[in-house]
Structures are given as C-alpha cells and as structure tokens.
T-cell receptor, first 111, second 113 residues
Framework: KQEVTQIPAALSVPEGENLVLNCSFT??????LQWFRQDPGKGLTSLLL?????REQTSGRLNASLDKSSGRSTLYIAASQPGDSATYLC??????????FGQGTELSVKP | EPEVTQTPSHQVTQMGQEVILRCVPI?????FYWYRQILGQKVEFLVS????????KSEIFDDQFSVERPDGSNFTLKIRSTKLEDSAMYFC???????????FGQGTRLTVV
C-alpha cells in the first residue's frame, strides 16, 4: 500500500531564504507526482506536476524534482516571500489514477 | 482561467439527513473525483468517475455514498444518511486525462450535528 510522507511537518523561515520541502513515497511504481498549495480553510491549488519520466519541473520560483528509484521528491522555493506561507502537499498518482496525499508541510515565511 | 466550482461552501446538517454536494468541473475535462479531508488529517480519495461510471472507489465510499453526473456540467456527491464522522471538507477535482494534472475546487465544508 502506497504511503506518502512529508518532512518537516512545519517550517518557519525568514523572508528571502531558499528552502526545500521533502516528500517520500514507499512504492516507486507511480505514474505522476503533483505538488499543491493549501491556504487555511481553502482548496488545493496545483503548483507542479512531474511525470514519472521526468526528473524535474520548474514554474517561476518553484522547482520540483523526482527520483522514482529512491522514492523521493523535493520542492525547492527560491527567495521565499510572506505570501508563500501555506501548507504544501505532495501527492502521487498510483496506477489506478487516484492521488495519494502526504500530510503536508506547513510553511511560515516571516517578514 | 477555467476552474472547478463547488457549492455550497459550507453546509450544516443533522445526523441522518441526506446531503448533496455539487461541483462543476472544468468544461473539457473527462475525469472527475471526490476527495475529503477531515480536520487535521490527510486529504483522502473517495471516488473517481469517467464515462458516466465509477472507475475506482475507496473503502470509505460505502453504500451511503453515491455520485452522479446528471447533465453535461454538474457532478454531485450524495450522502444518504449522514453520520457525525462524515464531517469534513469535501473536494471535487477534475482532469482532462487519466493521471494528468488534477484541478481542485475550493471545497464544501460539511458539518454534521
């Protein structure tokens, strides 16, 4: 059974820092991996989708990497801003096409 | 920019009552999903729907739950007899193909009292 774990559970950084969020999964037979942002009490905003054949994907200040063999993905955020404060969720698509989520990393960027 | 919309944003219902949560997926998408998130817990899959039938469902999605696409735009989740433990945020999502980027709605917060 696929399990997705995100470390750390919470992270607080000063504005301007570069940071890395980690995601690991137990079954490397994934189809794709998707990173989301969730603001308190709100929905999920898609940030990046990495296909299983890709090693990384970039969007603006965000860069996500994927290493299927080791069961890991990272989300790199460059030059963090207070507006980046949110919970970041990692989710993997299994062979059945459903998303299996991690518990998220709650990020706080202090001005 | 196209988006998934859900109504209502918040619903309070008495235990044992039926509720219908409504979603309008992105118009050219073919795959539809319901997920839920109990407060403080992970987002968990409920059901996927394609070509007017359920593709996959989780153990949570028992006989109390049903989904329907009554017309060309709406996608609904019905809970027949709500329980206290059904209280959660319910998210609708859609994608244009299997395993491609999924777009989520803002959620319906269901409170069962």
């Amino acid at each position: 059974k696929q399990e997705v774990t995100q470390i750390p559970a919470a992270l607080s950084v000063p504005e301007g820092e570069n940071l890395v969020l980690n995601c690991s999964f137990t079954d490397s037979a994934i189809y794709n991996l998707q990173w989301f942002r969730q603001d308190p009490g709100k929905g999920l905003t898609s940030l990046l989708l990495i296909q299983s054949s890709q090693r990384e994907q970039t969007s603006g200040r965000l860069n996500a990497s994927l290493d299927k063999s080791s069961g890991r993905s990272t989300l790199y955020i460059a030059a963090s801003q207070p507006g980046d404060s949110a919970t970041y969720l990692c989710a993997v698509y299994n062979q059945g096409g459903k998303l299996i989520f991690g518990q998220g990393t709650e990020l706080s960027v202090k001005p | 920019e196209p988006e998934v919309t859900q109504t209502p944003s918040h619903q309070v219902t008495q235990m044992g009552q039926e509720v219908i949560l409504r979603c309008v997926p992105i118009s050219n998408h073919l795959y539809f999903y319901w997920y839920r998130q109990i407060l403080g817990q992970k987002v968990e899959f409920l059901v996927s729907f394609y070509n007017n039938e359920i593709s996959e469902k989780s153990e949570i999605f028992d006989d109390q739950f049903s989904v329907e696409r009554p017309d060309g735009s709406n996608f609904t989740l019905k809970i027949r007899s709500t329980k206290l433990e059904d209280s959660a945020m319910y998210f609708c999502a859609s994608s244009n193909n299997w395993g491609t980027e999924a777009f989520f709605g803002q959620g319906t917060r269901l409170t069962v009292v």
